[in-house]
């Protein structure tokens, strides 16, 4: 099992839409959670954090957190072409000092 | 003002020769890292430093050596390099291990 699981996409949303991305993780005693955005040719770019069960709000992101399901979501409103990226799930686990990252998902979004 | 900044950008180089690159990070933060992102864009941690002392060493070939001089900087030194080195290389710092990192612009090395 991976420690950081996400499908690869690509995920394909019309502009306006709502794009929901996925994320589980391995480690039950993990902490902290963030969703990074990441351009082609560019580095990550940090747009949520996360850190209790819930959700947490910022413009038009949110990310959600069910730890006993050991499910980690982003939900992109309103989404833009600009919003087209790969973004990484990154999880910290109790056993390693450093994000662990999935894969990332490609979200494509559709003019 | 950059917070995280690795130099140089881009690095091509032939199989067998060392380079090195350097990270500096100007957020005050105690703990850097080095991950690489392969071709698949799979992001990977390499190493990392808290306050000058080393807390991770992932299953890294030798030839890859990480020096911090100081908390503020993080070099990253490669010995022989291989056809399979060839990734970005990123720095980030960090707080601590459960806050956020934030990245570097990221090295390209293409070896050759």
């Known amino acids: 099992q991976k420690e950081v699981e996400q499908n690869s996409g690509p995920l394909s949303v019309p502009e306006g839409a709502i794009a929901s991305l996925n994320c589980t993780y391995s480690?039950?005693?993990?902490?902290?959670f963030f969703w990074y955005r990441q351009y082609s040719g560019k580095s990550p770019e940090l747009i949520m954090s996360?850190?209790?069960?819930g959700d947490q709000e910022d413009g038009r992101f949110t990310a959600q957190l069910n730890k006993a399901s050991q499910y980690v979501s982003l939900l992109i409103r309103d989404s833009q072409p600009s919003d087209s990226a790969t973004y990484l799930c990154a999880v910290n686990p109790r056993w390693r000092r450093a994000l662990t990252f999935g894969s990332g998902t490609r979200l494509q979004v559709q003019p | 003002d950059t917070a995280v900044s690795q130099t140089p950008k881009y690095l091509v180089t032939q199989m067998g020769n060392d380079k090195s690159i350097k990270c500096e990070q100007n957020l005050g933060h105690d703990t850097m890292y080095w991950y690489k992102q392969d071709s698949k864009k799979f992001l990977k941690i390499m190493f990392s430093y808290n306050n000058k002392e080393l807390i991770i060493n992932e299953t890294v070939p030798n030839r890859f050596s990480p020096k911090s001089p100081d908390k503020a900087h993080l070099n990253l030194h490669i010995n022989s390099l291989e056809l399979g080195d060839s990734a970005v290389y990123f720095c980030a710092s960090s707080t601590d291990r459960n806050t956020e990192a934030f990245f570097g612009q990221g090295t390209r090395l293409t070896v050759v």
């Open positions: 996360i850190y209790s069960n």
């Open positions: 480690d039950r005693g993990s902490q902290s």
